[in-house]
């Protein structure tokens, strides 16, 4: 799936740390002003659930915009941090904080487990592979109803952070920001790491990368087991914040859904991610008013914004504007 | 660089503002459907339904002085697009009452925003969790899995068949079902001597009816799902020349279920709504000119066989409607009060009697069981076998 | 033994619905390396449009064939106006454009259609053929009649004629192919409509089987997507094998383990296979090029 893209990095990689982190700040000061312009709490639930999706979006993008690896079971670790936090509070009584850290760590590790065998697949393999993957966690949600709540979904009980009850659609849209731009320049901050710089020569060209020393297995899994954590994350706070999960959020369509956050923002753009992110919740919101023929528009602006901005959103804007200038 | 991402910022903005619904003086009733997705064969005869008949009600002058302005939102059968959506008809819309929520999953994600809110909320899916434990604003239209298990039951008895097979779907319908059931077995006097389940979309189930098929013992076999599974149950069933009574269940609830099944569908029975027999209900029955207006309405103006998916929506909207009629006014709280107090309102669904306790208000009586002969409902008689 | 034969038939039933969806993404992927997410949606187009045409009074084997038709339209429209406007775009970005595509297709199905399932009349009646105690449909031998057909046509166009060469050498190298004179544009929208045309029939076969509705695409395509990997993608027979291993998979995992966990079982088995065999079942390995 990738062979075409591994023919060059797209260019936002290229550029400097100090400018990637002038973007999140960027981002930082519009999380914090753009409150001031919400009518209601609907506008903060529909901003926190851009920047709770665009969390697990930037995990799938450093695995797609640095190793060049795509998966289509992302939403399975969103499932197991979502769980973690609905489970671990109902059935063993410990507390949502620790869940929460418990369905990091529990994503880590099953992408530790399964993250070997599986990045040694190429291409379109490794599209099937990971969605088989993704399969599997649905099939276990849905089945195991003792557990889960099945099909129907449980509740999520209300995180008490040292007796303070964590509630609030307010509340929430500050976390997800937070949270969000903490990862953000997390990020970024791997990008020029010396992992970044292996996996970037990964993406080039993996054999080139092999030669001159780097153990690709190993910084491919590192990338894997990252970008579990950050889905994983993103995971929790949904299941949190709705106070409900149902196994829909580790379906396949949310794999999908958060793979074409991806590519749509741009791969390998951190802007890229949180627009992506943007697009694809706040689109159903907005064409509402074209009722029946929503689905019908909904098709046609993804895949206009893949006919004339061929990079994603953020990297193809960035090139038109620049050529202006220049 | 920063005027990029302010462009995008307002381009953000923009496209929320959008979102915003214009005021109107009218009355707001709120509606999340699944219209679309594995649900759309709820959410599209609900949203035909409700559709209809506000532009009905509204022709006759709406209801306390005011009309009705329907908003619905689609929710393509995800809980969190419904969240959202929920959100959105109480901060945004500002809607008065709702009625919807097709599937269950859908609506106990979303009760907590109305019970939160203090909105009238008339669900149209199926679970008991729904109405039990009762919540103060929440209410429901159609009968629960534990009905439809109980009636199936009770017919089993008087056949003298106590030992079943049950096969469900493991979507939500299908497994709540078969969860219910397999709860009030006992107490029935019914043993479920083995359980079979396929997934969503699955094509072939004759491996599954094999092993029913091989399991001694087995006198009766109840499939739980709706959707398409039903109607390939029913052939595999006749291909594999299983001759056991089968039953299925208020799931299959539309003529077309017998269009899919085809001659296997022969001798099936199934526990359902007056609606599915509206043309067979004695002349004395409470419910015949209702279901009977309810059915040629809907075929009319849809040019679709009706289903009792859509004779839900109508009968939520119809106890909303008559309470707001009762109250005298749209305050949101008398509606509710109202609501709570229906008693005898004949709907397409049974005759509803609500309570503080009993938020559904329909009891055994509602279910008739039918069974297909000739390519069409009859009803059996409580008596016989 | 009957219970196993009649396992054995399921399978090949599902099956061989596996291997007709997993065939339409062959032609496309060979073409062009891209995976058309769009594929299940033609199958859709196919089973739905027979069905519509044959409300509408046209006869059965007409409206089969005009739904064909229509679904190589269809499949043109998305080469010219989405696939072809968006060249040198990377595989990713194609892929994104046929996941809109389906999108697309599924609203507009959903408004033009309906919502409701349909079905077809089996081709040679719905009495069943009983071996040994078990019993299989005259359709499922339809079905998998049809996905003989289709392999042995592809493969002898492919192997056989100066159409089918250009096909893989526009896959192999764009370039050169267009070097040597080939319109590898041409080649590559000739490829959608077969692909198209191969998703239709597939579904006007299995609709009496599986039924149809706006939606019935979204998981078949997923199965068959799976199936072609299983089996080694852009390889014609590897799809049928694996189709129907997929198939058998899922009949003998619901009889004899757990009818629950069959859809795992089938994945666990897909995921072991392409560990062990990372190409599927019939592929080679490819060398990466520095």
């Given at each position: 799936?990738?062979?075409h893209?591994?023919d060059?990095?797209?260019a936002v990689?290229?550029r400097?740390?100090?400018q990637r982190?002038s973007?999140?700040?960027?981002?930082?000061?519009i999380?914090?002003?753009?409150?001031?312009f919400?009518?209601?709490t609907?506008?903060?639930?529909?901003a926190?659930?851009?920047?709770?999706?665009?969390?697990a979006?930037?995990?799938?993008?450093?695995?797609?915009g640095?190793?060049g690896?795509v998966?289509?079971?992302?939403?399975?670790?969103m499932?197991i941090g979502?769980?973690a936090v609905?489970?671990?509070p109902?059935h063993f009584?410990?507390p949502s904080?620790?869940?929460?850290l418990?369905g990091?760590?529990l994503?880590?590790f099953?992408?530790?487990?399964?993250?070997r065998?599986?990045?040694?697949?190429k291409?379109h393999y490794?599209a099937?592979a990971t969605?088989g993957f993704?399969?599997?966690l649905?099939?276990v949600?849905?089945?195991?109803?003792?557990?889960?709540g099945?099909?129907?979904g449980m509740l999520?009980?209300?995180p008490?952070?040292?007796?303070?009850?964590v509630?609030?659609t307010e509340t929430w849209?500050?976390i997800?920001?937070?949270?969000?731009?903490?990862?953000?320049?997390?990020a970024a901050?791997?990008i020029d790491?010396?992992t970044g710089?292996?996996?970037r020569a990964?993406?080039d060209s993996?054999v080139?990368?092999?030669?001159?020393?780097v153990d690709?297995a190993?910084q491919?899994?590192v990338i894997?087991i990252?970008s579990?954590?950050y889905?994983?994350?993103?995971g929790s706070?949904?299941a949190?914040?709705?106070?409900?999960?149902?196994p829909?959020v580790?379906?396949?369509?949310?794999?999908i859904?958060?793979?074409?956050?991806?590519v749509?923002?741009?791969?390998g753009s951190?802007a890229g991610?949180?627009v992506?992110a943007?697009?694809l919740?706040m689109l159903?919101q907005?064409l509402?008013?074209?009722h029946d023929y929503?689905?019908?528009?909904l098709?046609?602006v993804?895949?206009?914004?893949m006919?004339?901005?061929r990079?994603?959103?953020v990297p193809?804007i960035?090139?038109?504007?620049s050529r202006?200038r220049a | 660089m920063?005027?990029?991402?302010m462009?995008?910022?307002?381009?953000?903005?923009?496209?929320a503002c959008?979102?915003v619904g214009s005021?109107?003086?009218?009355?707001?009733?709120?509606?999340i459907l699944?219209v679309t997705?594995?649900?759309?064969?709820?959410?599209?005869?609900?949203?035909?339904?409700?559709?209809?008949?506000v532009?009905?009600i509204?022709?006759?002058?709406g209801?306390?002085?005011?009309k009705?302005?329907?908003v619905?939102?689609?929710?393509g059968?995800?809980p969190?697009?419904?969240l959202?959506?929920?959100?959105r008809l109480v901060?945004e819309?500002?809607?008065t009452?709702m009625?919807g929520g097709?599937?269950?999953?859908?609506?106990l994600a979303?009760?907590?925003i109305?019970e939160e809110?203090?909105?009238?909320?008339i669900?149209?899916?199926?679970a008991i969790?729904?109405?039990?434990?009762v919540r103060?604003?929440?209410?429901?239209?159609?009968?629960?899995d534990?009905m439809?298990c109980?009636?199936?039951f009770?017919?089993?008895?008087?056949?003298n068949?106590?030992?079943?097979?049950l096969?469900?779907g493991?979507?939500?319908?299908g497994?709540?079902?078969?969860?219910?059931?397999?709860a009030?077995?006992?107490?029935?006097?019914?043993t479920?001597?083995?359980e079979e389940?396929?997934?969503?979309?699955d094509t072939?189930?004759?491996?599954q009816?094999?092993?029913?098929?091989?399991k001694a013992?087995v006198q009766a076999?109840?499939?739980?799902?709706?959707?398409?599974?039903?109607?390939?149950?029913t052939?595999?069933y006749?291909?594999?020349?299983?001759?056991l009574?089968?039953?299925?269940s208020?799931?299959?609830?539309?003529k077309?279920y017998?269009?899919l099944?085809?001659p296997?569908a022969?001798g099936?029975?199934l526990?359902a709504?007056?609606?599915?027999?509206?043309?067979k209900?004695s002349a004395n029955d409470k419910?015949k000119?209702?279901?009977?207006?309810?059915?040629?309405t809907y075929?009319q103006k849809s040019?679709?066989?009706?289903s009792?998916?859509g004779?839900?929506?109508?009968?939520?909207?119809?106890?909303?409607?008559?309470?707001?009629k009762?109250?005298?006014s749209?305050?949101?709280?008398?509606v509710?009060?109202?609501?709570?107090k229906?008693?005898?309102?004949v709907?397409?669904?049974?005759?509803?009697?609500m309570?503080?306790?009993?938020h559904l208000?329909l009891?055994?009586t509602?279910?008739?069981?039918?069974?297909?002969?000739?390519?069409d409902w009859?009803?059996v008689?409580?008596?016989?076998? | 033994?009957?219970?196993?034969?009649q396992?054995l038939?399921s399978?090949?039933t599902v099956?061989a619905?596996?291997a007709?969806v997993?065939l339409g993404?062959?032609l496309i992927?060979?073409?062009?390396?891209?995976?058309?997410?769009a594929?299940?949606?033609f199958v859709?187009?196919g089973?739905m449009t027979t069905?519509?045409l044959?409300?509408?009074?046209i006869?059965?084997p007409?409206?089969a064939?005009?739904a064909?038709?229509?679904?190589m339209?269809v499949?043109?429209?998305?080469?010219r106006?989405?696939?072809?406007?968006?060249?040198?775009a990377n595989?990713?970005?194609?892929i994104?454009?046929t996941?809109?595509?389906s999108?697309f297709?599924?609203?507009a199905?959903q408004v033009?259609?309906?919502k409701?399932?349909h079905?077809l009349?089996a081709f040679?009646?719905?009495?069943?053929?009983r071996?040994v105690g078990?019993?299989i449909?005259?359709?499922?031998?339809v079905?998998?009649?049809g996905?003989?057909?289709i392999v042995v046509l592809?493969w002898?166009?492919?192997d056989r004629t100066?159409?089918?060469?250009a096909?893989?050498a526009?896959a192999?190298n764009r370039l050169?192919?267009?070097l040597?004179?080939i319109?590898?544009?041409r080649?590559?929208?000739f490829s959608?409509?077969?692909s198209?045309a191969?998703?239709a029939?597939?579904g006007i076969?299995?609709?009496?089987i599986?039924?149809?509705?706006?939606d019935?695409g979204?998981?078949l395509a997923?199965?068959?997507f799976?199936?072609a990997?299983l089996g080694g993608?852009?390889?014609?027979a590897?799809?049928?094998?694996g189709g129907l291993?997929?198939?058998?998979l899922?009949?003998?995992?619901?009889?004899?383990?757990?009818?629950?966990?069959?859809?795992a079982?089938a994945?666990?088995v897909?995921?072991?296979v392409?560990f062990v065999?990372p190409?599927g079942l019939?592929?080679?390995?490819?060398v990466?090029?520095?």
């Open positions: 799936m990738l062979r893209t591994a060059r990095i797209p990689l290229r400097p740390f100090v982190l973007a999140i700040a960027v981002i930082a000061v999380a914090i002003v753009i409150p001031a919400f009518p209601s609907y506008y903060y639930r529909v926190a659930l851009v920047f709770v999706f665009a969390i979006a930037i995990g799938l993008n450093l695995l797609m640095f190793a690896q998966s289509l079971g992302h939403a399975g670790f499932g979502a769980y609905a489970i671990g109902t009584n410990i904080w620790l869940s929460f418990i990091a760590a994503s880590a099953v992408a530790f487990i399964v993250g065998p599986i990045l040694r697949l291409g490794l099937v969605l993704g399969l599997l649905a099939i949600f849905v089945n195991e109803a003792r557990l889960t099945g099909p129907d999520v009980p209300r008490v952070l040292f007796g303070w009850s509630r609030g849209y500050w997800a920001a937070i949270s969000f731009v903490f990862g953000a320049a997390l901050n791997l790491s010396p710089r292996a996996l990964i993406h993996e080139a990368a092999r030669v001159l020393g690709v190993k491919k899994l894997f990252i579990a954590v889905a994983s994350v993103a706070y949904l949190a914040f709705n106070g409900h999960i149902t829909d580790s379906g396949f369509l949310r794999s859904e958060l793979v074409a956050m991806v749509l923002g741009g791969i951190i991610s949180l992506g943007a697009l919740v159903p907005v509402t008013f074209l929503e689905q019908m528009v098709g046609l993804v895949m206009g914004v006919i004339f901005l990079a994603g959103i193809s960035a090139a038109a504007l202006r | 920063m005027q990029k991402y462009k995008i910022a307002a381009a953000s903005i923009f496209a959008l979102a005021a109107s003086a009218q009355v707001k009733i709120g509606a699944s997705g594995p649900a759309s064969f709820l959410g599209d005869p609900e949203k035909k339904t409700l559709e209809m008949y532009a009905d509204n022709a006759k002058g209801v306390n002085g005011k009705l302005e329907l619905v939102y689609d929710d059968g995800k969190n697009e419904a959202t959506f929920a959100k901060d819309d500002k809607i009452a009625v097709s599937t269950t999953g859908v609506t979303i009760i907590p109305f809110a203090q909105i009238p909320f669900s149209l899916a199926g969790q729904i109405i039990q434990p103060k604003w929440v209410f429901k239209t159609p009968h629960t534990t439809a109980e009636k199936i009770a017919d089993l008895k008087r056949r068949l106590t030992k079943v097979a096969i469900s493991t979507a939500a319908f497994k709540s079902m078969r969860d219910q059931c397999v009030v077995a006992p107490k029935a006097g019914i479920v001597v083995h389940s396929y997934g969503p979309g072939d189930m004759t491996p009816l094999t092993n029913i098929k091989g013992g076999v109840i499939n739980t799902d709706f959707g398409q599974g039903p109607a390939i149950v052939r595999n006749q291909q594999l020349g299983i001759k009574p089968f039953y299925q208020h799931g299959v609830a539309s077309q017998i269009n099944a085809g296997a022969e099936v029975r526990p709504a007056a609606l599915l027999v509206a043309d209900l419910q000119p209702v279901v009977e207006a309810y059915k040629k075929e040019g679709q066989p009706v009792t998916f004779g839900h929506a109508y009968d939520g909207l119809m106890i909303l409607v008559e309470a707001a009762r109250a005298g749209w305050d949101k709280a008398k509710r009060d109202e609501i709570e229906t008693k005898g309102f709907g397409t669904g049974g005759i509803v009697n309570s503080p306790t009993d208000g009891d055994l509602a279910f008739r069981m039918l069974e297909i002969k000739k390519g009859t009803l008689s409580d008596s016989g076998s | 033994m009957a219970e196993f034969v396992f038939f399978g090949l099956g619905v596996y007709l997993a993404f062959t992927y060979n073409a062009s390396d891209v995976i058309n997410f594929q299940g949606e859709m187009l089973g069905v519509f044959g409300l509408a009074g006869p059965l007409l409206a064939l005009l064909v038709i229509f679904a339209a499949g043109l429209a998305l080469h106006f989405a696939i072809e406007t968006a060249r040198g595989a990713v970005s194609l994104m454009i996941i809109g595509a999108i297709l599924r609203g199905a033009f259609f309906d409701q399932f079905t009349p040679f009646g719905s009495e069943p053929i071996f078990a019993a449909l005259p359709q499922s031998l079905v998998l009649a996905a003989v057909v592809l002898t166009f492919i100066l159409l089918g060469k096909v893989i526009t192999v050169a192919a267009r040597v004179g319109d590898t544009r080649i590559v929208g959608f409509a077969i198209a191969i998703g029939v597939a076969l299995i609709t009496p599986t039924l149809t509705n706006y019935v979204t998981l997923l199965k068959g799976a199936a990997m993608m852009g390889i014609a590897g799809a049928v094998i291993v997929l198939g058998l899922e009949a003998f995992a619901a009889g004899y383990l757990s009818s629950q966990y069959k859809d079982v994945f666990l897909i995921l072991t392409l065999m190409q019939l592929g080679r390995a490819k990466e090029r520095v």
